[in-house]
């Protein structure tokens, strides 16, 4: 069973991955897809957290720990049933930065040699990319500028959070969507779409539930 998943970022909104990882793969090997993909190093520890359709995180999947759930332990099999599964992937947990990622499309009976991504556009979120704060902690440089915007220096991140992101948080994943129904019949190598207009897209086709 080969599972397509998308990914984007609340901080960059042109930036998209559209990655391909059979079931029996760990969340290990989507991490480390992920962050190969993305061009980063080793960074932080990283988590994942399986989300509602609002993206409220339900279960956490974290790199390490004393848990049993860690991701080297854990196939995507295990805990992804569904087209259309949202999670979180946490990179930087002490800014709470974030990607957005979706299974867009399960195809049963495909198989691959090894996980890849399929289709790349824009530019992954700098993994450094960190601001101080009046408090002398690090932000993300997009999480300063909100807070800076809002008069607000000490407002949570813009991120993700337990109850979800606003329905800007959300345009991000609007473009992931987009492309995967577009592009789910290509077989085509990784290619970088210059030309994605994401002003084409019509949000109101999508369900999206305001917060």
Known sequence: MLYTITAASPEVDDFVLELQIESDATFESLHRLIRESCGWGAGNPATFYLCDHRWRRERAIPESGYEDDVMADVELGDLLDDEGQRMQYVFDARARRALLLEVTRIAYGKHIDE??????????????????????????AATASAQAQHGDPSASPVVMGSEGPSRADLLAQLTAAALAMDDEDNDDPITDDDDFDPEELDPEGFDITEL
């Not at 996980?115 to 408090?135: E, S």
Request: glycine share 12%; net charge neutral.
């Open 115 to 140: 996980p890849l991504c399929r289709r790349r556009h824009g530019t992954a979120p700098d993994l450094d990319d960190t601001a101080p704060t009046a408090n002398g902690g690090t932000a993300s």
